[in-house]
């Protein structure tokens, strides 16, 4: 049997992490894999983290299994940081997943099962592993422009064209907020237009939010999905913890399925913990419940709220930083597109022959489609960089 396997293709993130690791260059820069590092490369445990894990420890007397669609508690919290009032509880039917990524792939299980014939659409482009898992689920997809090369801003318009090709009832998946991976996001009062929009065609929004508080803070960061949950019959969200609660490796997700009626929200509720228990039965708790504990403890929530803050306030200012190194060395405001763009990336607009090249000229290691991660800088590297754009032409 398993000689029947195809050799699957290798991730690009990955293998260039190992090409970065083989570098042995002292001040070469990992601009490549989407993980938070502070200045000094780190990906630390946030304090409020390694606080409610102390006391978990403590108190918890159980490891048995939770709900098969996770703790409601969990559900809760994270629905009230995500959608504040703009929704009520009986609105929301809720399932925990094993990270961001689980809740894209029970949403769009779900898609499937309700209706096999929607059409995905994507933005142009977008995180690889939503084509990924939807090809592999065998749904129809298709892209819609997204990302303006000339200004490295949102082709609306082009979005909007796209979009209106939509039939009724196909799925429109958008990025809460920090568009990866562009860094390139809509403004509020695009996302009320795109709310319009979706509603007189009767297109339903999946919205994937993974990086509430890495843009332009937590409130303004879910300016989408609220807006969204206030104004359209039905949508679906996939949330995920592993960036703004550093817990990558905890699996901690949540999916939602909203829906103005609540007399639906049994069924999709039903729905959401059956996908869970077809898939894996009982998600992970432990990196959830880290999460409600941060959530719902008054101090543990300040001190998140403060060291979140610290690490989005710090990305801002290294986004500058470089804006600035490049006004200065290109006497333009041509690369100013890197303070606008909000989260941990942004894409660059170089060619690959020009990411390859900043390579081997200067050890900087980003993405081929000329991703890089903000959050790798710091002050040292950033002239590195700037030096490495100019060199390479871009
Ligand atoms: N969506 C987007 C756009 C992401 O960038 C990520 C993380 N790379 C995720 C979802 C989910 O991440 P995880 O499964 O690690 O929670």
Redesign the pocket.
Known sequence: MFEALKTQPADKILSLMTAFRDDPREDKVDLGV?VYKNAEGQTPIMRAVKAAEQKLWQVEDTKSYTGLAGDAGYHDALRSLILNDTVSKDQVAAAATP????A?RQGLELIRMAAPKATVWLSAPT?PNHPSIIKYLGMPMAEYRYFDAETRGVDFGGMLTDLDTAKPGDVVLL?GCCH?PTGANLTASQWQEVADFLKAKQLIPFV?I?YQGFGDGLDADAFGPRHLAKTQPEMLIAA?C?KNFGV?RERA?LLMAVSQDPAKTPLNQGTVAFLNRQNYSFPPDHGARLVTMVLNDEALRADWLTELEGIRTGMLTLRQTLADALRQRTNSDRFDFIAQHRGMFSRLGATEAQVEQMRQSHGIYMVSDSRLNIAGLNAQSVPILADAIVAAGV
């Open positions: 989407g990270g961001g990524t689980g894209i995180w990025h990866n994937d993974a995920s592993s990558y997700g």
